[in-house]
């Protein structure tokens, strides 16, 4: 099979339109405290906000199927695709389309984050079968990438450009031995695009490895929103510096230097004991404990058709975030979302949503 | 809120148009012998030959999701939906459309033909879900109907006709205390129908407790195709003359008179020793034994665009069978499938299909 570049494919930006929003529902009692429940009455907000802007599916396993049908709007799709957790950025299919309009999708093998060296759990498999589910219900054709990569690991500008993290892309526990030209041969041919522009660590304490989207963000093409610490006494301080420094230097696709904004980190915040104990241990879990620390970020919004969906984490630093985030997206209604109890799970609102651009016969 | 018939829509004709076919992949090992490995590549017959005329849905666990979706064409499209078993006909929605082309789907209450008095197994929870799942995936509005029906207890013409027989519509299993004229009420609100035909008793053996779609259907308005048997000594017999001597004295919603059309019925088969011995014995199965009488019937056929999809059974009726069912469809390919597989779990090529009509955006 031919890969999607080769085919004139390519993954559109996410503030291009779309024709929906997919997203899981969280039910494993080993991530989510008390049952899930306050993780799933996040995930519903989080779903009820995108649903004003645009179609939004969420997929649910059998067994929370009716409840999740019961606790979301009427104008939420549920349907049944099973999962081993609730990241439709990192299993769900990468969307692409071609000039005529027409809907693929990249499915990337998963092995959750790090598979039996790092992984946050075993096993895997419905994870992994989750982009090919979504395929089948859009009639979509799919395309089995040959590489570990989740979708927050990638972020694109649609117009050729990929933004990643060495963190990630590069890292020994998903794909082994693989090289820098190798991995961006992969996200060029896979993503139909030109040019990757690499960026070192992610955000501290990121169970991922460090996802690019917990990290910075293309606001439109040529500009890159950063997460931005200022304590020298926080790990972030050096992290966002260094990424600060790796894109002044670089350019995108089209030859144009970037502009970089920041966006401030949130202050540091940490498991309390009370939530950690309600969560399930297991043999091949999570396995959290009171006193770690979170990787909280507002880069990890969703843009959706006329809104952003943002995180908000109760804390100074909220107002500055939206302040930031209106002044970017000036033509978009920024729609702020209690994030703590996805941030407990080990992501936000990027991580739990997965856009689906606009095709022609839609 | 209102009924399909308020709302201006009602169930075409199976032979109207369609935009697909919906089935369940069969698995439950107390209905299916051998694990289900026999009727899993019988049901993929169906779906392959369906599937050349129009879009094929197959509904499958997660379990087997991977082994459907590599038994079958690639055409097929495969959808985790799960079920207690592999009928479509019954459990999944009738769907219905109005004069300018929308869908919308009537969700039956199920309870496994009888619920706890005589239905075929318990629980029927997940069946009873189907429906809903299956509107939910084509963004379909769902009626729920407030009585118990099966899809393969009712056949309409199209033109305001239901075909029905009393030994399922009125049965005490069903809706205990339920009067013809309430039940011909729900028929005609749910099914945007004028007019009731009610015949007797069905099939002989017929687990369902009769459904007309084993016995007789109609094959154009003002036209009943029969499964008709010559031999006193059969049961059938005394059923298929009670049951012309009532099409004979009906008439249809447009007051016209009904033609009778006779196909024949196979010869008795039975359940096999060794067939038998395949299959799991349960607390709350089927629990089936050699030497039971398997309810055979060529009326059991699906119409797809342009094509009769009609079981065979490896006898001497075969012939007979599509030659009635040639003269009857001039303009469609007849396609005949071995059908004993599907047969051993109770049913046949109408009962494990549902067709979606064409709609207006489609």
Same mark, same amino acid.
Request: one cysteine or more.
């Given at each position: 099979?031919?890969?999607?570049?080769?085919?004139?494919?390519?993954?559109?930006?996410?503030?291009?339109?779309?024709?929906?929003?997919?997203?899981?529902?969280?039910? &494993?009692?080993?991530?989510?405290?008390?049952?899930?429940?306050?993780? =799933?009455?996040?995930?519903?907000?989080?779903?009820?906000?995108?649903?004003?802007?645009?179609?939004?599916?969420?997929?649910?396993?059998?067994?929370?199927?009716?409840?999740?049908?019961?606790?979301?709007?009427?104008?939420?799709?549920?349907?049944?695709?099973?999962?081993?957790?609730?990241?439709?950025?990192?299993?769900?299919?990468?969307?692409?389309?071609?000039?005529?309009?027409?809907?693929?999708?990249?499915?990337?093998?998963?092995?959750?984050?790090?598979?039996?060296?790092?992984?946050?759990?075993?096993?895997?498999?419905?994870?992994?079968?989750?982009?090919?589910?979504?395929? =089948?219900?859009?009639?979509?054709?799919?395309? &089995?990438?040959?590489? !570990?990569?989740?979708?927050?690991?990638?972020?694109?500008?649609?117009?050729?450009?990929?933004?990643?993290?060495?963190?990630?892309?590069?890292?020994?526990?998903?794909?082994?031995? !693989?090289?820098?030209?190798?991995?961006?041969?992969?996200?060029?041919?896979?993503?139909?695009?030109?040019?990757?522009?690499?960026?070192?660590?992610?955000?501290?304490?990121?169970?991922?490895?460090?996802?690019?989207?917990?990290?910075?963000?293309?606001?439109?093409?040529?500009?890159?929103?950063?997460?931005?610490?200022?304590?020298?006494?926080?790990?972030?301080?050096?992290?966002?510096?260094?990424?600060?420094?790796?894109?002044?230097?670089?350019?995108?696709?089209?030859?144009?230097?970037?502009?970089?904004?920041?966006?401030?980190?949130?202050?540091?915040?940490?498991?309390?004991?009370?939530?950690?104990?309600?969560?399930? =241990?297991?043999?091949?879990?999570?396995?959290? &404990?009171?006193?770690?620390?979170?990787?909280?970020?507002?880069?990890?919004?969703?843009?959706?058709?006329?809104?952003?969906?943002?995180?908000?984490?109760?804390?100074?630093?909220?107002?500055?975030?939206? &302040?930031?985030?209106?002044?970017?997206?000036?033509?978009?209604? !920024?729609?702020? !979302?209690?994030?703590?109890?996805?941030?407990?799970?080990?992501?936000?609102?990027?991580?739990?949503?997965?856009?689906?651009?606009?095709?022609?016969?839609?």
């Amino acid at each position: 099979m031919n890969t999607p570049r080769e085919d004139g494919f390519y993954m559109p930006a996410e503030w291009a339109p779309h024709d929906g929003c997919w997203m899981i529902w969280p039910e &494993r009692t080993d991530n989510w405290r008390l049952g899930a429940k306050p993780a =799933q009455a996040a995930f519903a907000a989080v779903a009820s906000a995108i649903a004003q802007f645009e179609p939004v599916t969420m997929m649910v396993s059998a067994r929370q199927w009716h409840a999740a049908r019961t606790m979301l709007p009427a104008r939420v799709r549920v349907v049944e695709v099973s999962s081993n957790d609730a990241w439709a950025r990192d299993v769900g299919t990468s969307f692409v389309v071609n000039q005529a309009g027409e809907l693929r999708g990249v499915d990337w093998p998963f092995n959750a984050w790090g598979g039996l060296q790092n992984g946050l759990y075993f096993p895997w498999d419905m994870d992994d079968a989750v982009a090919a589910k979504m395929l =089948q219900i859009e009639r979509a054709p799919r395309y &089995r990438a040959p590489k !570990i990569i989740e979708g927050g690991a990638i972020h694109v500008d649609g117009e050729g450009t990929v933004l990643v993290t060495e963190a990630c892309l590069l890292a020994a526990d998903r794909n082994p031995g !693989i090289t820098r030209p190798e991995m961006e041969r992969v996200l060029k041919d896979y993503l139909g695009a030109a040019h990757v522009v690499w960026l070192g660590a992610g955000v501290p304490h990121d169970e991922t490895g460090g996802h690019v989207d917990n990290l910075a963000c293309f606001v439109r093409p040529g500009e890159v929103l950063l997460s931005w610490c200022d304590d020298p006494a926080d790990p972030h301080y050096h992290v966002s510096r260094e990424a600060e420094t790796r894109l002044q230097a670089a350019h995108d696709a089209n030859g144009r230097k970037l502009k970089v904004q920041h966006i401030p980190m949130p202050k540091a915040m940490f498991f309390q004991a009370e939530e950690a104990a309600g969560i399930d =241990q297991t043999a091949y879990g999570m396995n959290r &404990r009171a006193g770690e620390r979170l990787a909280a970020s507002y880069v990890n919004f969703y843009i959706a058709n006329g809104a952003i969906i943002a995180p908000e984490f109760g804390v100074e630093t909220d107002v500055e975030a939206k &302040r930031v985030l209106a002044a970017l997206f000036p033509d978009r209604a !920024i729609i702020m !979302i209690p994030g703590r109890e996805i941030l407990l799970g080990g992501g936000n609102i990027h991580c739990i949503t997965q856009q689906q651009p606009k095709a022609l016969n839609s």
